[in-house]
């Protein structure tokens, strides 16, 4: 039988190094206190920006929806409010910026994106996230569709990946009666949409 000793603990002096624990509170720190100063814009929304019922210094949000059914309008109320009061917001058109990614493959109208393979589409969603998110600055906000109609089906317009990287801290979803979505789609002469019907509509509005 061998002859073993077990040594337990250290000897002093052994390098263990001891902490003071320190006690602060939150007295002991400085902050700019405009940050939790909510921003009301006067719309219905802002509820949703904050429980304090305004926008947040530092914040982005992402408001999705069907196309035309009013996202571009809304924010520029809100855009118009904002900077009426001081403050100039980063309002961004996914869209619009993923077609600026795009044009490197010859994509040069943004209404053929959704005609790409979705893989390719996801993509351009990543990368368009992550430079939205490098050179984000303010309060952002981006409008974006929910779903996309593809030659595959619909594709989320914020897919998870895309999320992960936006990480928005509101998610705002706008939504209007299929009549409304219906006449700006058709007024809206600066895209080439899809002929759609009242009964289409519901059929993304269910998805």
């Known amino acids: ?29 400085t902050y700019d206190k ?7 814009t006067g719309k219905r ?9 305004g926008l947040m210094k530092g914040t982005n949000y992402a408001f999705v929806g069907d196309p035309g059914v009013g996202k571009t309008t809304v924010l520029s109320d809100i855009e118009h409010i904002l900077k009426e009061r001081g403050v100039d917001p980063n309002i961004i058109v996914f869209g619009s910026a ?42 952002v906000f981006v409008d974006t569709h929910l779903f996309i109609n593809t030659n595959e089906g619909y594709w989320p317009g914020l897919p998870q990946e895309v999320l992960k ?15 409304e979505i219906m006449n700006r789609r058709n007024e809206d002469e600066s ?15 269910d998805i």
């Not at 959704?114 to 996801?122: F, T």
């Open 45 to 53: 929304v802002d509820s949703l920006f904050s429980s304090e019922g």
């Open 98 to 139: 993923m077609l600026e990614e795009a044009l490197s493959i010859g994509i040069k109208d943004r209404d053929n994106l959704r005609k790409l393979p979705v893989e390719k589409q996801k993509e351009l969603q990543v990368k368009t996230a992550q430079k939205i998110s490098r050179n984000r600055k303010g309060i």
């Open 191 to 205: 895209r080439k949409r899809d002929k759609i019907t009242k009964g289409s509509i519901l059929t993304e509005q």
């Open 34 to 40: 405009s940050l939790f100063t909510p921003m009301p």
């Open 165 to 179: 990287v936006l990480s928005p801290t509101n998610l705002v979803l706008i939504q209007a009666k299929p009549s």
């Open 1 to 29: 039988m061998s002859n073993i000793k077990l040594k337990r603990g250290r000897k002093p002096g052994s390098g263990v190094m001891r902490f003071k624990p320190v006690v602060s509170t939150m007295a002991d720190f």
